[in-house]
């Protein structure tokens, strides 16, 4: 009995490794991958197709097998998701029943059970399936897994929350200010429209945001004046977090080429063993990189501000003692306590996918985790003893 358990917890390992495509070259994960993101496309192409009254989609055969599969391929990843969370590096030090109930509470698989409760549903009650259409639409957040680009936004997003938040606050103190001015004005003449605040808000809302569907409008002087104030003052409301977002989203874009995972992390020499909460701190440093065959990551006296470790593929460092070799999980780049970074060149010799940390992320990551500073400085001296 006992000889079965590491194997059960090797083949557990591997799905893991497969569903979360967390191991760079492996080229069934990949095309498990590109398979569900297809399946995810036509599940939700046909649940909208469905809803054309002239193509009487929901009487053909092949549309309720093509439905019935696609539920049991996310009935199995859902299933098969839950098998593997011990799996997962911030969930290996608890109880595999405890792992997986604290998975089971994550957006990823709340949106992974929401996909497949439509045939729950069918079977469990008599409540049509076809009335459960926006749960069937909901698989299309899956794609968000799969996405650099819903990542990026996410990340974008996060780090300007607070930003976002002082802006919803000016928006609601505006729709405020607005609904009160024009409850003052119009509460004698349009009594049922702006009779309170609460009633005026409507026109607030609509006009601060530049929608307008014109139900209700000022009729006196003053409450167009109010009224042209308060669109103008839309524009600028609506502009501050659209400009918000999208300075962010760009700048994580153009550091972020591909989605790292806490247990692609887990597994770079620098990182291996360590606890949950400092890879949850060591995560939002790390800027993804990625080089194709022959372009340089570090240019012959270039002072780079940034340390890098390689995730995919290999490099070569020139040296005066001739070509080295860079692999996964190697350090090279900005040390530590240093001004610069190294001066020997280093140039991709195959499509490379590499970790970078800025100069000022450095000094916050020595602050607060100098154990992983000192693993990252002394793997990175032994590729270039000359820094």
Same mark, same amino acid.
């Given at each position: ?134 749960? +069937? %639409?909901?698989? /299309?957040?899956? *794609?968000?897994?799969?996405?650099? #680009?819903?990542?990026?936004?996410? $990340?974008?997003? !996060? ?107 887990? +597994? %770079?020499?620098? /990182?291996?063993? *360590?606890?949950?909460?400092?890879? #949850?701190?060591?995560?939002?440093? $790390?800027?993804? !990189? ?98």
């Amino acid at each position: 009995m006992g000889e079965h358990k590491p194997r059960l917890r090797t083949l557990r390992r591997r799905v893991f490794d497969i569903l979360e495509r967390d191991l760079p070259g492996d080229h069934f994960a990949d095309a498990l991958h590109y398979f569900l993101i297809v399946t995810v496309l036509l599940s939700v192409g046909g649940a909208v197709l469905a809803t054309v009254p002239s193509l009487q989609l929901r009487d053909t055969w092949w549309f309720h097998w093509g439905e019935f599969t696609a539920l049991v391929i996310f009935s199995v990843e859902y299933g098969m998701r839950l098998w593997v969370a011990p799996e997962h590096p911030l969930l290996r030090q608890r109880p595999p029943l405890v792992a997986r109930a604290r998975y089971a509470v994550t957006v990823p698989a709340l949106i992974d059970l929401a996909a497949i409760l439509p045939w729950l549903v069918s079977f469990t009650t008599d409540l049509d399936v076809h009335a459960l259409l926006v749960l +069937r %639409l909901v698989r /299309f957040l899956k *794609l968000a897994r799969y996405s650099s #680009g819903f990542n990026a936004l996410y $990340l974008a997003v !996060r780090r300007e929350r607070y930003a976002l938040l002082s802006c919803l606050i000016i928006l609601c103190a505006g729709v405020l200010m607005a609904a009160t001015a024009m409850y003052l004005i119009e509460r004698d003449v349009q009594p049922d429209k702006f009779g309170s605040i609460p009633e005026a808000m409507w026109w607030a809302i609509t006009t601060l945001t530049t929608v307008g569907y014109g139900d209700v409008v000022p009729v006196t002087n003053l409450g167009r004046v109010v009224g042209a104030l308060t669109m103008v003052s839309g524009l600028m409301m609506l502009a501050l977090p659209i400009a918000i977002i999208a300075s962010s989203f760009s700048e994580v874009i153009s550091k972020h080429n591909f989605v790292v995972t806490f247990s692609m992390i887990s +597994r %770079l020499p620098p /990182f291996s063993d *360590l606890e949950a909460p400092v890879l #949850g701190d060591i995560l939002p440093l $790390l800027n993804s !990189r990625s080089f194709d065959r022959g372009h340089h990551v570090v240019r012959r006296g270039e002072s780079a501000a940034h340390l890098f470790v390689v995730l995919q593929g290999h490099l070569e460092m020139e040296g005066e003692e001739g070509m080295r070799r860079i692999g996964p999980g190697d350090v090279f780049g900005l040390l530590p306590g240093h001004t610069k970074a190294s001066p020997l060149p280093v140039r991709a010799v195959a499509k490379t996918k590499i970790l970078a940390i800025e100069e000022n992320e450095l000094h916050m990551l020595a602050l607060r985790h100098p154990a992983v500073m000192g693993r990252l400085a002394a793997a990175a001296r032994d590729r270039d003893p000359e820094a």
